[in-house]
């Protein structure tokens, strides 16, 4: 046990503020920090009656000395002896300002009275009212009592008297007096006569003792309490501390009530305005109230906000450098040993100040202030020095903090250390006893995922290796406790620093061993690639390096290092920043690295990446050893001389990075076939975490300019960019020069290359109404829509569109002064592809779209806006030009302009060139064919809208009509009309169609005019009157079948009935086998006055056909059908005598009485009708049950009778 070293035993316990309230030993360990002198300085000026800050809420993490602090405030609040205060009265001397109010409050009439307030309560009513109750009976201060004592005192008594009458006998027997004069007594606020209710209340409530707060509004009573102490007793005002507020909020904030929420915001405002009736609150917490309502419901969430803004925040932020001195005056050395001591290790003392006088860790300090703190804070080592506050500050909890490890008696303490420790040995404190003491609150800790998750891994990883290999477990707590800090600007977890740490107690042979020992053997430490640091991670007990290098060797064959850089590289793309905020659009440059080799080779550096959809390119060259820089760098030169799109990347000097690439797209693919087996998928996961930092240096060697590693060439010279933002400011240069005629469009949702679908859906409205005929102001389109906003941004702002109420019109006369005149490049390239239709007839939409859009036209337009223009253009040449695809002629419209915006290649613009021929023939031919136009085609300036009404027409032809003037019609008799309606069958643009197709086949020649139209309108006259033709010729051919000399000249229809008086008087009774004589014989027998309609009948009922629906054939079946029928009606009677015997007579009756019969002869059933019967039968038999067997009958019978034309 050590006799030179012993700690100060003040310490060793925390302080609770209302048991150590009366504690003095407590006030003369208390060591003062600048944040505690700070605080004692506002809360004194706090007491001065004019003050309005008293409502505070302290804030600091635990091992702050939070309730010492308060302890002591607290203390000279109560004007204790200024003696007691040993540390604090040194500090207050030094501080002017603060001695002088401290001087003031003592010589002063003001004396608070503290009111300490537990946090474990669950209503803050209750524990407001007991803690008053707790410090007046404490203090002796029950006899100055509040009025409201003597209020609800008589307020029981009359509840006695209206509710609980047998209690309130009991009372008046109990009491001198009546009870009237008993509560004028109270109302008077006689003392006597309080204390005699006080005596007697528990004889008539079973026990229970008088609580006169109970029921009464918790700021009124304690204003009640404050102002009664000010007028009887020596206190001034109440000083209420409500310790450790933030255990209150973890376990009721979710659950406290409005009153609870509203009553501390009360007494919060009510301390600010109490004046010289002093009133002042301080809630003690851990963390700040925000932190603690993040899941709460936005209704509760707005109420402690609202609490919390009534505070006045105090951040308990002690300088760690008053914490080191807090540290040495605990440990306690006697000097003559300890002069002693130092000088015999004088050797040792001078290596750890050599090691650490200058190292991070104390870099806010002096050389001499080190040394100092080094021997003040002796022994503990350097690191446990910098880990213990800040340790403490993290996870520390009442019963472990900073001064229970320093003070308190205990495993794992310092004094367990001590108590083993020889004062003629060095030996060191270090930091894996720190591990071992605050172990327990590790394990606890459920605030902070990333120090659970660290300790878990320490941990496994101590019970892997086990406590035999005691310096593998000491390394591995020190790496736990600096993860678990990561200040690793101030330590890293590297091998140069656990050597450091452990020097003193074993070899450096040692101590690598050990860690060779947790990274090899053992797995539970991973040495990173990146920044050699050592990180602690999950074993799964597979040799992680042997996969990983099987891996790369069955990747070798595939593996290509600009690939994965490309992949890894999260910086793909770059961007002109100040081009795209002038111009208001975002351009990018694709980032790509290239091989040297690849560089060699490739020539053609503008095509190969001409596809990208970028608007330039940044090429880094990777190289692939030293001897390559200066060969490339010249090669890259020379290249990049003819490049405007592209600026290359070329490093300064070789760095290999094929390795690592090649491990971290092992590592990666091993990754992902692990999924299920967490810990190896977690331990490759560590190593992708270093070799993606490995990768992303050597990427920011190209990107970040700033590093200095890389040389930028553009054009065949040095760039010169040294910083990022002149990298930027580079591709905005280039942008410039090369998109110079770019316009500025202010609206960036449909001023990119894929708009969305809103957006796509908004520019269609706009395209719709630009393609009218006839310009609406507007266009047409209301509100706020994204539409409206397309077109303002496009058209107006640009000045294409002029928007007046009574002149709408499209601008393309732009003059270069024009401020608006940014789309004139946009115009001037539409009219030179109208200009290029002309002369060549068509063109592509391709070669627009690469004057737009490619850097060659310095245009660079994106496609979502290209649709826009083209259709704003084509609104004022819609006469003069069509649009095909491989199909033919399309219409011009939004649908039309969005294909070709996704495959401009796929579409032709052609151009007509009209004269004054063109345009009557094109007028009389929309009269010609006037009924197929819509309104909108017969304004139209389009012959589209004509075609498609002659496509009309030509459709809505009959079948016959088709038929007969087809090719196949051996009959035909004008192959012009045949010619003509072949056309509709050719697959030609409209002006082909028009203007060459039509004029060739009526004329022979390609040039429309006045014979033309003249022989069109015969043909199409003649085309249109066929099924005319057809119906008379058909009626001259039944005329000339039926009629004889003596009635040709009546109407058909009237020679047809008259034959019928011809025939057999029953014939009309018999169904013919043929099924149609008969039904031909029931039209002859019905007056039909119009012929056509008649005509229409027969040759349906004769071929089963619709006229309309005839072919060149059908006409010859005609009459052949008309022929057998008249002779098998006028047959009729001889084959009836004939099959007598074989026939079959049907009689049915209507619902009038009226009888009907039908006779027919039997014929032999074949197999197909044998198969009908089966079928039928079955059916019948399938119903079962479900029908009667006369509702079977009657539909047999049905049928029977539709057959026979009974119900026709």
């Known amino acids: 046990m050590s006799k030179m070293i012993q700690t100060a035993s003040g310490f060793q316990y925390s302080v609770n503020i209302e048991y150590d309230l009366h504690n003095t030993e407590k006030l003369g360990n208390f060591i003062p920090t600048r944040s505690s002198l700070s605080l004692l300085e506002n809360i004194l000026e706090s007491t001065q009656n004019s003050a309005t800050n008293r409502a ?26 200024r003696d007691l205060f040993v540390h604090l009265n040194e500090k207050i001397q030094e501080n002017n300002r603060l001695s002088a109010l401290l001087k003031n409050y003592y010589s002063g009439k003001v004396k608070l009275l503290p009111v300490v307030i537990s946090g474990n309560s669950t209503s803050l009513h209750q524990a407001f009212i007991f803690s008053l109750q707790k410090t007046l009976s404490d203090n002796n201060l029950m006899d100055v009592m509040p009025e409201t004592n003597y209020a609800a005192a008589i307020k029981t008594i009359q509840k006695w008297e209206k509710d609980y009458p047998q209690t309130f006998k009991a009372f008046a027997k109990g009491i001198n007096g009546t009870t009237k004069a008993f509560i004028e007594k109270l109302q008077d606020f006689d003392v006597n006569a309080y204390r005699q209710f006080e005596q007697i209340y528990p004889e008539l409530t079973a026990g229970s003792i008088f609580n006169p707060f109970v029921g009464f509004d918790v700021v009124d009573l304690y204003e009640s309490v404050a102002k009664a102490l000010k007028r009887t007793s020596k206190w001034t005002g109440l000083y209420v501390v409500y310790d450790e507020f933030s255990k209150y909020l973890e376990a009721n904030i979710s659950t406290a009530s409005v009153s609870d929420t509203k009553m501390l915001q009360d007494f919060a405002e009510k301390c600010s305005r109490s004046g010289d009736t002093q009133m002042h609150l301080m809630l003690i917490s851990h963390k700040e109230i925000a932190n603690y309502i993040d899941l709460l419901p936005k209704q509760k969430t707005d109420g402690w906000r609202g609490i919390s803004e009534r505070f006045e925040h105090v951040l308990l932020n002690n300088n760690f450098t008053q914490v080191y001195e807090i540290i040495s005056s605990v440990i306690k050395k006697k000097p003559a040993d300890w002069n002693r001591f130092k000088k ?23 050389p001499d202030e080190v040394q100092k703190l080094l021997l003040d804070c002796y022994p503990l080592h350097p690191v446990s020095i910098f880990i213990l506050p800040r340790l403490s500050e993290q996870i520390a909890q009442n019963e472990r903090t900073l001064f229970t490890f320093l003070s308190a008696q205990g495993h794992s303490t310092l004094s367990a250390f001590l108590s083993g420790y020889d004062d003629s040995d060095f030996k060191l404190v270090t930091p894996d006893l720190l591990f071992d003491y605050f172990e327990q609150l590790f394990k606890k800790e459920i605030y902070n995922n990333e120090i659970r998750d660290v300790y878990l891994l320490a941990s496994r990883a ?31 977890p590297v091998k140069e620093e656990i050597f450091r740490i452990y020097k003193n107690e074993y070899t450096e042979e040692d101590i690598l061993l050990a860690i060779d020992n947790l990274v090899e053997k053992e797995f539970v430490v991973y040495l990173r690639q990146s920044n050699s640091y050592l990180k602690l991670k999950e074993s799964s007990g597979v040799d992680i390096e042997k996969t990983i290098n099987d891996e790369i060797e069955r990747q070798r064959s595939k593996f290509d290092l600009c690939d994965i850089l490309n992949e890894f590289n999260t910086s793909a793309y770059l961007y002109p920043s100040r081009y795209n905020d002038k111009y208001e659009m975002t351009r990018w440059f694709d980032f790509i690295f290239v091989s040297d080799k690849e560089f060699i080779e490739d020539a053609d550096w503008q ?32 290249v990049s001389a003819a490049q405007r799109q592209i600026l290359f990347v070329v490093p300064m000097q070789y760095n290999e990075i094929e390795s690592t690439a090649k491990k971290y797209s092992a590592v990666y693919a091993l990754r992902e076939k692990s999924h299920g087996d967490s810990a190896l998928e977690d331990e490759y996961q560590v190593v992708i975490d270093d070799l993606s930092e490995v990768l992303y ?4 060697d190209y990107i970040r300019a700033e590093r200095n590693a890389s040389s930028y060439i553009y054009c065949g010279g040095d760039a010169c960019i040294c910083r990022k933002s002149e990298l930027s400011e580079k591709l905005s240069e280039i942008c410039e020069n090369i998109y110079s ?7 960036e949702a449909i001023n ?30 209301t509100g706020t829509g994204p539409d409206v906003f397309i077109m303002r941004s496009v058209l107006i702002n640009t000045g294409l569109l ?49 004057k737009l859009t490619s850097p060659s036209g310095k245009i660079g337009m994106r496609k979502g806006v290209i649709p826009i223009f083209i259709a704003a253009f084509l609104h004022c040449h819609k006469k003069s030009i069509s649009i095909h695809n491989e199909n033919g002629s399309v219409e011009i419209s939004a649908q039309t302009l969005n294909q070709i915006n996704e495959n401009p290649d796929s579409y032709t613009l052609t151009y007509i060139s009209w004269d004054a021929t063109k345009e009557k023939y094109i007028h009389d031919m929309k009269t010609l064919f006037g009924w197929w136009l819509t309104p909108y085609e017969m304004k139209s300036l389009e012959i589209d809208g004509l075609v498609s009404a002659m496509n009309r027409w030509y459709f809505d032809l009959p079948k016959y009509t088709k038929e007969i003037y087809s090719k196949a019609n051996p009959k035909r008799t004008n192959q012009t009309f045949v010619d003509f309606l072949n056309l509709f069958a050719q697959n030609v643009s409209s002006e082909e169609f028009l203007f060459e197709r039509i004029p060739t086949v009526f004329t022979g020649k390609p040039s429309c005019g006045k014979n033309v139209l003249a022989k069109l309108s015969d043909a199409k006259k003649h085309i249109d009157d066929s099924i005319i033709r057809l119906k008379q010729s058909l009626l001259d051919t039944t005329r000339n079948v039926f009629a004889n000399q003596q009635v040709k000249k009546a109407s058909v229809s009237s020679i047809c009935k008259e034959w019928t008086k011809r025939l057999d008087k029953n014939v009309s009774d018999n169904v013919f086998d043929d099924g149609i004589t008969d039904r031909m014989l029931n039209l002859f027998c019905q007056n039909i006055s119009d012929e056509s309609k008649f005509i229409e009948g027969l040759a349906e009922i004769l071929t089963g056909l619709r006229i309309v629906d005839w072919n060149f054939n059908t006409t010859d079946s005609f009459k052949t059908k008309l022929k057998e029928c008249k002779n098998a009606a006028e047959n009729y009677k001889e084959s009836d005598k004939r099959n007598q015997d074989n026939s079959y007579r049907l009689s049915f009756t209507d619902e009038k009485g009226r009888e009907s019969a039908k006779t027919f002869s039997k014929v032999d059933l074949t197999p197909r009708s044998r198969l009908l019967f089966n079928k039928m039968e079955d059916a019948l038999k399938t119903m079962g049950q479900s029908l009667t067997a006369a509702e079977k009958r009657q539909v047999v019978v049905d049928i029977l009778q539709k057959m026979c034309g009974e119900n026709n």
């Open 56 to 81: 505070r809420i302290l804030i600091g993490a635990y091992g702050k000395g939070k309730s010492h602090i308060v302890l002591t405030i607290l203390s000279l609040l109560m004007k204790k002896n």
């Open 802 to 850: 002029i928007n007046e109420k009574n002149d709408v019109r499209l601008n393309f006369d732009f003059q270069k002064k024009d401020d608006v005149a940014v789309v004139k490049p946009i115009i001037d390239a539409l009219q030179w592809f109208v200009n290029n239709a002309a002369e060549k007839n068509k063109v592509s939409f391709d070669a627009l779209y690469r």
């Open 344 to 366: 015999s290790h004088s050797k040792e003392i001078d290596d750890l100040f050599a090691l650490y006088s200058k190292h991070p860790l104390f870099n806010e300090m002096k």
């Open 607 to 638: 095509s190969k990446y001409a596809e990208s959809g970028s608007d330039g390119q940044v090429i880094a060259v990777v190289l692939s050893g030293k001897n390559s820089i200066k060969k490339i760098r010249a090669l890259v030169e020379q």
């Open 741 to 747: 005629k770019a316009p500025i469009i202010k609206n």
């Open 462 to 492: 101590l019970d892997k290796i086990g406590k035999k290999k005691v310096l593998e477990c000491k390394i591995i707590k020190t790496l736990c406790l600096l993860y678990i800090l990561q200040q690793f600007e101030k330590i890293k």
């Open 697 to 700: 240096g050597f990427i920011a």
């Open 752 to 781: 990119k290359n894929s708009p969305t679908t809103v957006m796509e859906n908004a520019r269609d409205k706009v395209i719709s109404a630009l393609l009218r005929n006839e310009l609406e102001y507007n266009l047409g389109l």
